[in-house]
């Protein structure tokens, strides 16, 4: 079995997990979150999360990007998965720096497609799933900060063409802050024997 340790190798100026034995450097890299807030008549789409972290709290569908697939195409099947919903995006509403977890979260505006009443049903990964009006939102049960500052973000821009994509608030430019009970970033040892061991 391979040793790894933490050191800065020749040519780099930052500590990398590294094995000892071939040398090769386990490069720890940003995970592209895409999801998005889809709205119908002013009421915006949330899900109630099956799955920890957070599992009871509402969230935006959301999810990590899976390869081979664009930012927008994520946020849909995001979508789909979560909520049973087929949307449209209209453009990036926020860009939003998780720096404590390393993410990257691409939230886009979006509405459905279907004509009329709009057709929704939660995914595996959701409890229940509805449609808030913004006085309903469940504001004391959002599962993560991102959640709200999606939400704040979409109720400023309004309906009207998007500006520039929104991002992390002033009081956490770089996502330093956490939530009780969330879970920092996994070890990246113990995320490297993990994936080797599958």
């Known amino acids: ?30 995970k592209p979150v895409v999801g998005a807030v889809v709205s119908h008549d002013g009421r915006v789409l949330l899900c109630r999360r099956a799955i920890e972290p957070r599992r009871g709290y509402w969230t935006l569908p959301a999810g990590y990007m899976e390869l081979g697939e664009t930012a927008e195409e ?39 497609v279907e004509d009329g009443r709009p057709v929704f049903a939660a995914g595996e990964e959701s409890l229940e799933v509805g449609l808030f009006g913004w006085s309903d939102i469940p504001w004391s049960d959002l599962a993560f900060p991102t959640v709200r500052w999606a939400l704040e973000a979409w109720a400023d821009a309004g309906s009207g063409p998007l500006q520039a994509p929104y991002g992390n608030p002033a009081s956490d430019p770089r996502g330093d802050v956490s939530l009780p009970g969330l879970p920092d970033r996994a070890d990246p040892l113990h995320a490297h024997s993990l994936m080797t061991t599958r």
């Open 1 to 30: 079995m391979s040793r790894f340790s933490r050191r800065v190798p020749d040519g780099d100026h930052r500590e990398r997990v590294s094995c000892l034995d071939c040398g090769h450097v386990f490069y720890e890299n940003p």
């Open 74 to 112: 994520g946020a849909r099947r995001e979508v789909q998965e979560e909520a049973g919903a087929v949307i449209e995006t209209d453009g990036i509403l926020a860009l939003f720096s998780i720096s404590r977890i390393g993410q990257i979260q691409i939230i886009y505006r979006g509405r459905f």
